[in-house]
């Protein structure tokens, strides 16, 4: 499908209000979704179809709803969705650019876009193309499905280390966000973490709880690929954020939404569990109008 341009991101970043901006910005992400899952399978759910749903979510705070006081923290999360959305959105559509100017998703076209000055301050961004460009190539290789399970793996285990690098980048963004929405920190915070909660295809998770068992899994906790890591890389991330290899998803919650690591911690494990489900490329008509 076609992808939003450049100028779509822009003006959909410049609308004054917040709320027609939201609904804006998650149809963006939605559609980007989309055209980045054209590209490597829908297989495995790419970070902006998570996006798009955060997007939605966040769509309920910036309307005010569910805060028990709002000192700020609806314009704080407003601004929020419009700067990380103008901040990661360009990179995905240079890449798509080149990618439709090749004609196919070629390791070129990944280059090309990834000469851009634009990459020069994210690394993490860089790497999460990388990564999903290491899918089509494997694609291409073991066929789609893929025919042995070890396959599966090393493509649902590169789909997971390209969402969470990007999520990275973007927590890194939202950290001067979220002091500027939990204006007094510390017990505020807190409190203010209570009323966090992400909305999923099974409805809306506590970001101070576990990740639960999706229910599309029927019982399991992650994909049956991902229920062991065993990329260097993807573990050494996994360590980094003190996310357990294992099946283990004991101390995911994040009880301070204000603190870095937590927040990745909660991230990397909810990706893991829902990484394959397609779900989330159907995203609610409540978050679009």
């Known amino acids: 499908m076609a992808h939003p ?8 970043v410049a609308l004054p209000d917040p709320v027609l901006r ?3 910005i998650t149809t963006c992400y939605r559609d980007l979704a989309l055209a980045v899952a054209d590209v490597v399978g829908r297989r495995d759910v790419n970070w902006l179809a998570f996006g798009a749903w955060a997007s939605g979510t966040a769509g309920r705070v910036i309307r005010g709803e569910g805060l028990p006081i709002d000192w700020g923290t609806s314009r704080a999360v407003a601004e929020g969705n419009r700067t990380i959305i103008a901040d990661v959105a360009p990179r995905f559509v240079r890449w798509l650019d080149e990618v439709a100017r090749a004609g196919t998703p070629s390791r ?5 876009a990834l000469a851009d000055s634009l990459f020069d301050s994210t690394p993490d961004l860089a790497d999460a193309l990388e990564a999903y460009q290491a899918v089509v190539e494997l694609r291409e290789l073991v066929g789609d499905p893929p025919a042995d399970d070890e396959a599966d793996r090393a493509l649902a285990e590169l789909m997971l280390l390209g969402n969470v690098k990007v999520a990275a980048h973007e927590q890194h963004i939202a950290d001067d966000l ?6 007094l920190g510390g017990l505020f915070g807190r409190i203010t973490t209570r009323f966090v909660e ?3 295809p099974d409805g809306a998770l506590d970001v101070c709880r576990d990740v639960p068992i999706p229910s599309y899994l029927g ?6 690929v991902l229920a062991q890591l065993s990329r260097a ?5 996994a360590d980094r954020f003190d996310h357990a290899l294992d ?3 004991v101390g995911s919650r994040a009880t301070s939404w204000e603190c870095y690591d937590e927040r990745m911690g909660f991230i990397f494990c909810f990706f893991r569990a829902f990484a394959r489900d397609v779900r989330y490329f159907d995203v609610p008509a409540e978050f679009l109008t």
């Open 219 to 224: 019982g399991a906790r992650y994909p049956s």
């Open 22 to 24: 939201n609904v804006a």
């Open 5 to 12: 341009s450049q100028r779509m991101v822009d003006d959909v």
């Open 108 to 112: 070129t076209a990944l280059e090309v």
């Open 247 to 249: 099946g283990d998803v």
């Open 233 to 237: 890389d993807l573990c050494e991330l």
């Open 178 to 183: 979220i002091d500027d929405a939990m204006p």
């Open 198 to 200: 992400v909305i999923t």
